[in-house]
């Protein structure tokens, strides 16, 4: 029987199937728990936007054509909200986008950065309210680790080994022609630990592409410059920036990775729990572990 043969009928009699497990086992138990991390805090991150609007401080109006006070008037305001408080810096520049003053006050080392209405001098609230930070700490747990650059080349490498997970489990996943849906589905019926493995495959094969997407993306996020520097010499030298076919690949990478999209945002719903997926991956990875390698040992140890 040649190899294509075999691997078409049984596979599962391979040594390379066999060492592939082998790879993708313990992979996986390496970087699970990694994994976890940026799976549950991707998900939490994929309406990041609309809750950044949601918990910033309520802004006023922009009114182009009203008399605005000046910085002594603001600071004289600043004073009366907040008596005994120093005030060391008064913002000179309202936009749009953003109608408010910002002002800096200090007092026995305590420090308070709030946002006060440059028509009125109301105090409106914190610059960069409490709801605000813990969001920006989960997108930079997410990003970087909370270890700045190098947590951008850990993810890095963590995104290039999870393509070795995604794809070491595609070719394992396949159980030979006569059994080929049996991956498909969750049987019903069975042991818990079945159950198990009939989970752990479906979701694998299912959630493969975006799987894979997601893998890639990391890199490309965590070094961009490699990819555009690619695109740039297979694109021609007079297409538009932003509109070249590689522009869009990447354009689409990021918005894969993120769950972000312009003209379907109701694709961020499915988003979140799919975003859970390498957690289910690692938990029900993990358990058949559990079932055929520490049960196994703990039973020959009894008997």
């Known amino acids: 029987m040649t190899f294509w043969t075999q691997w078409f009928r049984q596979p599962q009699t391979l040594w390379l199937r066999k060492a592939l497990f082998q790879v993708h086992l313990w992979t996986g138990l390496a970087i699970g728990l990694y994994l976890v991390l940026l799976s549950v805090t991707g998900s939490a991150l994929v309406y990041r936007v609309e809750l950044e609007r ?9 009114e182009p054509n009203r008399a605005r006070l000046s910085q002594d008037d603001l600071k004289a305001a ?9 005030v060391t810096r008064v913002g000179t520049r309202i936009s749009r986008r953003n109608p408010t003053i910002e002002i800096w006050l200090e007092k026995d080392g305590q420090k308070k950065e709030r946002l006060f209405n ?23 747990l997410h990003d970087e680790l909370l270890l700045g650059e190098l947590g951008g080349r850990i993810n890095a490498v963590g995104s290039g080994v999870s393509a070795v997970l995604v794809l070491t489990g595609i070719v ?37 592409l975006i799987l894979a997407i997601w893998a890639l993306s990391g890199v490309y996020l965590a070094y961009p410059d490699p990819f555009a520097d690619f695109v740039d010499r297979i694109s021609a030298p007079d297409a538009i920036l932003g509109q070249r076919p590689g ?9 894969l990775h993120f769950g972000r999209f312009r003209n379907a945002a109701w694709l961020q719903v499915i988003w979140v729990p799919l975003g859970l997926l ?9 358990v058949m572990w559990w079932n055929r390698v520490l049960r196994k040992r703990k039973l020959e140890h009894a008997a």
């Open 54 to 62: 949601a918990f910033q401080t309520p802004k006023p109006a922009f």
């Open 78 to 86: 600043a004073a009366r909200v907040y008596p005994g408080w120093e």
């Open 118 to 140: 440059p028509y009125t001098g109301d105090d409106l609230g914190d610059a960069i309210p409490a709801r605000v930070e813990a969001l920006n700490w989960v997108a930079e």
């Open 172 to 208: 394992i996943w396949w159980p030979g022609v006569r059994n080929w849906r049996r991956g498909l589905t969750v049987k019903r019926g069975v042991s818990w630990t079945r159950t198990n493995w009939d989970l752990h495959s479906m979701l694998g094969f299912w959630g493969f």
């Open 247 to 255: 522009d869009i690949v990447l354009s689409w990478l990021s918005r």
């Open 278 to 286: 390498p957690t289910a991956m690692f938990v029900t990875g993990v």
